[in-house]
């Protein structure tokens, strides 16, 4: 019986490698001006560090989203990936986090697609092959 669980899972990550990679990411907030009265403004993207890419995919689309907040929209952007599993500071504006009082949590998704496309109303591309989410407080 073990041994069959074992051949199942065995050939369910070699069907699925992303199961077996999961991918993973972190972002730095650089060296954005400090902001605590609840009023964002435009800043440049920040860097992101992935562990891996999804294989196929060519674009990545960010997006920024305060937790405790669900309501303002502080934007995100594309990103032509080329390989990279770094991004540098500063490809793309977004509004910055900007909490009234104390810290916040936000959360970047990178949605991976195979080309640049339009987005959905609620900010998500179309065609994504891969999502992803990661989450710090600021400041």
């Given at each position: 019986?073990?041994?069959?669980?074992?051949i199942y899972l065995s050939i369910?990550?070699?069907?699925?490698?992303?199961?077996?990679?999961?991918?993973?990411?972190?972002?730095?907030?650089?060296?954005?001006?400090?902001?605590?009265?609840?009023?964002?403004?435009?800043?440049?993207?920040?860097?992101?560090?992935?562990?891996?890419?999804?294989?196929?995919?060519?674009?990545?689309?960010?997006?920024?989203?305060?937790?405790?907040?669900?309501?303002?929209?502080?934007?995100?952007g594309w990103v032509e990936l080329r390989g990279n599993?770094?991004?540098?500071?500063?490809?793309?504006?977004?509004?910055?986090?900007?909490?009234?009082?104390?810290?916040?949590?936000?959360?970047?998704?990178?949605?991976?697609?195979?080309?640049?496309?339009?987005?959905?109303?609620?900010?998500?591309?179309?065609?994504?092959?891969?999502?992803?989410?990661?989450?710090?407080?600021?400041?």
């Amino acid at each position: 019986m073990l041994k069959k669980i074992f051949i199942y899972l065995s050939i369910i990550f070699l069907i699925n490698p992303a199961i077996a990679d999961e991918i993973k990411f972190d972002f730095f907030w650089g060296n954005i001006p400090f902001c605590n009265s609840g009023k964002p403004f435009e800043v440049k993207s920040p860097k992101f560090v992935f562990s891996s890419l999804p294989k196929d995919a060519k674009w990545v689309y960010f997006k920024i989203r305060n937790i405790g907040l669900s309501d303002f929209d502080h934007g995100g952007g594309w990103v032509e990936l080329r390989g990279n599993s770094t991004i540098e500071y500063g490809k793309f504006n977004y509004f910055s986090p900007c909490p009234k009082s104390g810290k916040e949590i936000f959360q970047w998704t990178a949605y991976f697609t195979t080309k640049k496309s339009s987005l959905f109303f609620y900010g998500q591309p179309l065609g994504v092959i891969h999502k992803v989410s990661t989450k710090k407080k600021y400041p």
